[in-house]
């Protein structure tokens, strides 16, 4: 399995940036295919994640309204779309995969690849 997280960086507060997530080695349809992050000195946190085979998506709360995730089932890619970024949204974030529904939200995904740091300055 591999996930190759892309597209961090440093953004303004009240800006948008866009992540992408490349996986590979596994059936994408038959598993949750989603994002978490970790702050500095903080817990993980889990964003959200999303059913290729179905599209189905589930947020945590705090990011609900403002995070959109989105597949490409040809390309076997998911896409991370952030608006309205805050400061406290800088963490390095993971692209994550796992068979059991909602798992990467909840608790530590039986998957992940290398993360991408993304900044969001006051």
């Known amino acids: 399995v591999q996930l190759q997280a892309s597209g961090g960086g440093l953004v303004q507060a009240g800006g948008s940036l866009r992540l992408s997530c490349a996986a590979s080695?596994?059936?994408?349809?038959?598993?949750?295919i989603g994002w978490f992050r970790q702050a500095p000195g903080k817990e993980r946190e889990g964003i959200g994640c999303?059913?290729?085979?179905?599209?189905?998506?589930y947020y945590a709360d705090s990011v609900k309204g403002r995070f959109t995730i989105s597949r490409d089932n040809d390309k076997n890619m998911v896409y991370l779309q952030m608006d309205s970024l805050k400061p406290e949204d800088t963490a390095v974030y993971y692209c994550?995969?796992?068979?059991?529904?909602?798992?990467?939200?909840?608790?530590?995904?039986?998957?992940w690849g290398q993360g991408t740091q993304v900044t969001v300055s006051s």
């Open positions: 994550a995969a796992d068979q059991v529904q909602h798992r990467i939200v909840v608790l530590t995904p039986e998957y």
């Open positions: 999303i059913n290729p085979g179905d599209g189905t998506t």
């Open positions: 080695g596994f059936t994408f349809d038959d598993y949750d």
